[in-house]
Nanobody, 125 residues
Framework: QVQLVESGGGSVQAGGSLRLSCAAS????????MGWFRRLPGQEREGVAA???????NYADSVKGRFTISRDTAKKTLYLQMNSLKPEDTGMYYC???????????????????WGQGTQVTVSS
């Protein structure tokens, strides 16, 4: 079993930055495919960024150039650096880990098995 706990959410003005963290514990694998997802108001959960075991990354078009996913394998922590935030980025952000060693890092929520509880990000105009 894997436990994931997100932190770092909050309120920020448009153009600002936040860094989300996701601490993993339990039967984790440092090479696990992990990702960040979000649920925007009134929408389905969507993939934001993902990272494969070899470090290859994948981003949604809406966040490319603004968000950066990274991981510290020693600390078992996943990060999402979010810059140039927009009001439309407002939502609940979740981290997730797959239990399949995907070569690439998928952005589909259905590819992930373990989920955190989420952290709220609010961007005001």
């Amino acid at each position: 079993q894997v436990q994931l706990v997100e932190s770092g959410g909050g309120s920020v003005q448009a153009g600002g930055s936040l860094r989300l963290s996701c601490a993993a514990s339990g039967n984790t694998d440092s090479g696990s495919v992990m990702g960040w997802f979000r649920r925007l108001p009134g929408q389905e959960r969507e993939g934001v960024a993902a990272i494969a075991g070899d470090g290859r990354t994948n981003y949604a078009d809406s966040v490319k150039g603004r968000f950066t996913i990274s991981r510290d394998t020693a600390k078992k922590t996943l990060y999402l650096q979010m810059n140039s935030l927009k009001p439309e980025d407002t939502g609940m952000y979740y981290c997730a880990a797959a239990n399949v060693p995907y070569i690439l890092a998928p952005l589909s929520p259905s590819a992930y098995y373990y989920w955190g509880q989420g952290t709220q990000v609010t961007v005001s105009s």
